[in-house]
């Protein structure tokens, strides 16, 4: 992914700002000196020295020193460059307009003076401070918006890292039941076999987008447990109570589910004999309540269930930054998890 320009300068707008700057350049010294032709004289001389000095710095002298932290060496190229162009200002003006060079200073001069060099380079260092303000103005918003770009994008392929995934076991498993009830013929394959495909579906398709319908996550939910039903027949008991209006509710993808699994990987799949996961879904207001319990051995917790925390902490963190509320409680040997989501 590639961040759009917040604002590319082209060549029609250096020659605008180039115009409109020797327009009112123009403008001002004219109404000073009131000799309007005069002004004009002048700054056709003088505006080529400014922009040869300030793209000269832009383009040159920065980069090779400043970017380099080269100052010293900067400093020397600068101030002879200026120096340079001053004394070429002078001869221009002195032999094609005026040999009344400085009308404006304390007095006439008819030579190139160090006083006249001085107020003329500081004059140049005004312009060029000025264009080189602008230019790292607008270089400073650019950085910034393709650092926020890249942040986001970094952000974005976390998350779909975070919530990517269900177990290949839980396929595995899947499968391996599929293959056992077509050997025997069952009544149940068609329908296990539609189940499965539709979770894939989901899960292959419908989960792209940052938001899914709760409707959906839901029905996916439903056909993860149909299987599993299947997988652990009436050794598992599960209870799942949906409550509120989740037709226009919106959820990131996967997030549910994503606890659900979690429930059996370190759940059901350690105790198998009255294993229990009681499920709650409430959609209130602007608010998804969601709940989860289930029943565990504790001498069978892997290390790793306090990675995945970190891992479900981490994804809500970016999907429902400052809208969410999180909360894990292990009494008994039985894990609660109770998530609230702000829409």
């Known amino acids: ?12 707008h250096h020659v605008l700002f180039w115009s409109v ?34 793209y000269l710095n832009i383009i040159v002298l920065m980069p090779r020193f400043v970017y380099k932290r080269k100052y010293f060496m900067y400093i020397i190229f600068l101030i ?41 380079m500081i004059g140049e260092l005004y312009v060029i401070t000025f264009v080189t303000a602008i230019k790292i103005t607008m270089d400073w918003l650019e950085e910034q918006k393709r650092v926020a770009a890249l942040e986001k994008m970094q952000s974005d392929t976390e998350l ?19 293959y ?10 068609p329908r296990i076999i539609l189940k499965l495909s539709e979770l894939m579906r989901y899960l292959l398709y419908e989960t792209k987008t940052k938001r899914q319908s709760l409707e959906k996550e839901i029905i996916c939910i439903q056909n993860y447990l149909d299987l599993e039903r299947i997988r652990y027949g009436e050794l598992l008991k599960i209870n799942m109570n949906i409550s509120g209006d989740i037709l226009d509710k919106k959820i990131a993808p996967i997030l549910l589910l994503s606890f659900v699994e979690n429930a ?29 319990e289930n029943n565990f051995d504790e001498n069978t917790l892997p290390e790793k269930s306090g990675i995945e925390i970190k891992n479900f902490k981490r994804r809500l963190a970016l999907a429902y930054p400052k809208n969410h ?8 040997s039985v894990y609660n998890v109770q998530l609230q989501l702000k829409q």
Do not use: C
């Open 264 to 292: 059996f990987k370190h759940g059901v799949e350690n105790l198998r004999d009255n294993a229990f996961i009681h499920i709650d879904i409430t959609s209130k207001n602007k608010e998804v309540l969601f709940q989860i």
């Open 160 to 178: 779909l890292f975070l919530r990517s995934q269900i177990s290949p076991h839980f396929f595995f498993n899947t499968l391996n039941n599929i």
């Open 1 to 12: 992914m590639q961040a759009k320009r917040l604002f590319k300068i082209t060549r029609r």
């Open 21 to 54: 700057y020797f327009l009112l350049n123009m403008l001002r010294w004219g109404n000073y000196f009131d000799d309007y032709l005069y002004s004009l004289k002048t700054n056709i001389i003088g505006f080529p020295v400014h922009m040869i000095l300030v």
């Open 80 to 120: 002879a460059s200026l120096l340079l162009m001053v004394f070429m200002k002078f001869n221009l003006t002195f032999f094609l307009v005026s040999e009344n060079i400085w009308p404006e200073g304390p007095s006439v001069i008819h030579d190139f003076t160090f006083t006249y060099a001085i107020d003329m």
């Open 325 to 332: 509320n999180l909360i894990f409680t292990n009494v008994d």
């Open 180 to 189: 056992s009830l077509s050997i025997e013929k069952s009544e149940k394959t």
